[in-house]
């Protein structure tokens, strides 16, 4: 356990001088931060970015202006997101929990707390654990950390889980090595979650990844040759 958290911590460590500041999530607001969460599902993000864009060109990127939005042209707007039915349904069901909960705007949420505020994200129909966790840090600053294939497949590799590992556990797994309740933990979980999704982009990709000129690299196990 000790020695995972330690493979953990260096892997921040080497990923954060490699390839220095991330400065994410995008978003000018909370509130498009949480829309781009939800929009991301089953898409990448350059499709986001151009559903965000005519969003915000609509004037429907505040609470108030997405819900004096009829459906069809919430789809029409979103469209280039994919599933752009499905995501005008998820982002209605979204605009009334803020409204259940008596938020006028996504950042007053932030007065409860973390254990009290995620499973209620998590009932909302349309959030599972990736939208939740991004809302809960990107947009509201709080300590839960964003697990994602990336995640998965940069920790798999270095032998610190099963690819099969549950969300949670893997979750736990990091939060230990990277305590939420340190002065720190907001910045360093949404730093290294971006640390993550860019080596993997870059270098531990999906298939033929490039090991030896990560910079994580260094710190794989001696399994006799980089993975397939």
Known sequence: MARRAETIRGLYGALAGALGPSRWWPGDTPFEVAVGAILTQNTNWQNVER??????????????????????????????????RVKTRRLADFLAFLEQEGASAVEDL?????????????????????TADSILLYALG???????????????????IPEDTHYH?????????????????VADYNEFHALIVRTAKQWCRKTK????????????PDTGGFPT
């Not at 932030?110 to 990736?130: F, H, M, N, S, Y």
């Not at 990844?209 to 794989?220: T, V």
């Open 110 to 130: 932030a007065v409860q707390d973390l254990d009290t505020l995620r499973p209620k994200l998590l009932a909302v129909r349309g959030i599972g654990p990736e």
């Open 209 to 220: 990844p490039l090991c030896s000129l990560c910079p994580a690299g260094q710190l794989l």
């Open 169 to 185: 556990e893997v979750q736990e797994i990091i939060q230990d090595a990277l305590p939420p309740d340190a002065a720190d933990a």
């Open 51 to 84: 559903a965000i864009a005519n969003l915000k060109a609509a004037g429907a990127l505040t609470v108030q202006g997405l819900a004096a939005l009829p459906a069809a042209k919430v789809e029409e707007l979103i469209r280039p997101a994919g599933y752009f």
């Open 142 to 160: 709080k300590p839960s950390f964003v697990v994602d294939a990336y995640t998965v497949r940069l920790f798999s590799r270095h032998g610190l």
